[in-house]
């Protein structure tokens, strides 16, 4: 070999697939036991360090689970939000939850080699020059912190529509109440700013200031009837507090620039797949519609969750998505099912770990699936949210209650109809119960921990 030859560096081998097991599980139900609506999770986040998780359910409340040691995460407070008092006098009785604590009390007076023979006079309560030298007091110690819930701001009047899903983006924080029940929440980097959105409008707000917002996109048109597209999901770019992006019911993408005007009518890139010739069908923009997108933290990709796919994108290439991840591809030929019973409509989320290597989102029977996006990955794990992620439930499905449509339903749908669930099919021959779905999961930002809600219980794993 010659001194001025180059040799070619062998590509990097992907990394081996995860080995996931069950780490904890709170609230998790009996056989049998029924289930209230209020009671299941609708929202779940870890804060920016991971040692914080956050769950919110449809009856409003939020549960805040602090680590306590190297994995495990251990249940602090419950406190429901649409009954926190704001008045700061009486945060202590509405919106403190008392914990348990460790303490420890001296049984002894005197402790700490002081004269054990001291006599306290009975009566006499007066305390001599210098005190009493040979006197401990007793000491109380608390191996926990007790945390008290406080409403800082309110937020308000700024959207018209109810939403049944939301969003969050590095801290906690969780709407609830009237028409500001919102689906989207996003913090920017700079710390001062955030987003709020609902189908049809995203607005721009200052942390200290709670009583305006400025209204950054709008796409409801002069009249309701030329509606044909909602926004979905909305987040700020990691990095870059003039980005966000946002997507809609008919699966694109679209980042936008806030340095560009005040209202962003026009965005700087589009994102959205071509569609095949001959493919269209009824159902085409229906399972197109994203219901979920991320960023990636090193703030190049965005992933996104259709009713059919997760697919990455590129921010630096519009020309498609750079990985594509099959998910529901097995339901295919059970759409008009699907559409029968509204399991169509559900609206799963998606999120990526902290290295980016991995992509995860829920299904149906309790179930979630890890992809590796490493190059040359095959990695693509399906677990059960049990106590066993590895089982597989083989049920028979139930016919579900039916819900109100929301703006985004009508846009989709004029018209109800009724009949008979039928059961969906894998690859493998296993049953899938579309009562059972698994719509809410948060990855751990710094290590591989998944986060996941089934009905009313969370379950954590590890790998």
């Given amino acids: 070999m010659n001194g001025g030859d180059v040799v070619a560096e062998a590509p990097a081998s992907p990394p081996q697939p995860l080995e996931w097991k069950f780490s904890q599980v709170f609230g998790e139900r009996t056989a049998g036991e029924e289930v209230q609506e209020v009671d299941i999770i609708s929202a ?3 804060d920016r360090s991971g040692d914080h998780l ?10 805040l689970f602090e680590r306590t040691d190297t994995k495990d995460v251990q249940e602090k ?11 700061p006098s009486k945060a202590v009785g509405n919106g403190g939850v008392a914990s348990s604590s460790n303490s420890s009390i001296g049984k002894q007076y005197l402790a700490n080699g002081g004269d054990k023979s001291h006599n306290l006079p009975s009566n006499d309560l007066s305390i001599p020059p210098g005190g009493f030298p040979s006197l401990r007091l007793p000491v109380v110690t608390s191996n926990e912190t007790s945390l008290m819930a406080r409403c800082g701001r309110v937020y308000a009047h700024a959207h018209d529509y109810h939403i049944n899903s939301i969003s969050n983006n590095r801290l906690f924080l969780f709407f609830y109440g009237g028409l500001e029940l919102l689906f989207a929440f996003g913090f920017n980097s700079d710390g001062e700013t955030f987003i709020s959105a609902d189908d049809l409008r995203i607005n721009l707000w200052n942390l200290e200031i709670s009583n305006q917002s400025f209204n ?5 048109p002069g009249n309701m009837e030329d509606l044909t597209e909602v926004i979905t999901s909305a987040e700020f770019h990691p990095s870059h507090c003039n980005m966000l992006a946002y997507s809609s019911s008919k699966g694109s993408i679209r980042l936008i620039d806030l340095r ?3 209202l962003c009518d026009s965005h700087a890139k589009l994102f959205e797949e071509t569609e095949a010739p001959g493919s269209r069908s009824f159902f085409t923009e229906i399972i197109a519609s994203i219901s979920d997108i991320k960023f990636a933290r090193d703030g190049r990709h965005i992933l996104s969750r259709d009713y059919m796919t997760l697919k990455l994108w590129d921010i630096n290439m519009d ?4 990985a594509t991840f099959q998910v529901h591809e097995y339901l295919r030929p059970k759409l008009c099912d699907l559409y029968e019973n ?4 559900d609206k799963f989320e998606c999120c990526l770990s902290g290295d980016g290597l991995r992509v995860a989102t829920g299904s149906y029977s309790n179930l979630f699936r890890v992809f590796g996006r490493a190059p040359g990955s095959t990695e693509a794990s399906t ?3 049990s106590k066993n992620p590895m089982r597989r439930q083989v049920q028979t499905p139930s016919r579900p209650s039916r819900s109100l449509s929301s703006i985004t339903r009508a846009v989709r749908r004029d018209h109800s109809l009724t009949g008979a669930e039928a059961p969906g099919v894998d690859a493998n021959g296993n049953s899938f119960d579309f009562t059972t779905k698994l719509l809410h999961l948060a990855w751990h930002p710094t290590e591989n921990s998944i986060a996941c809600a089934a009905a009313n219980s969370l379950y954590m794993y590890s790998a």
């Fill in 44 to 46: 779940i986040e870890f």
């Fill in 54 to 63: 956050a769950t919110g359910d449809r009856g409003g409340r939020v549960v």
């Fill in 77 to 87: 407070k419950v406190k429901k939000i649409s009954e926190m008092n704001v008045d």
């Fill in 216 to 220: 950054i996109v709008d796409v409801k």
């Fill in 260 to 262: 560009q005007s005040a």
């Fill in 319 to 322: 020309s498609g998505p750079v």
């Fill in 342 to 345: 509204d399991s169509i409509f």
């Fill in 383 to 385: 677990l059960e949210a």
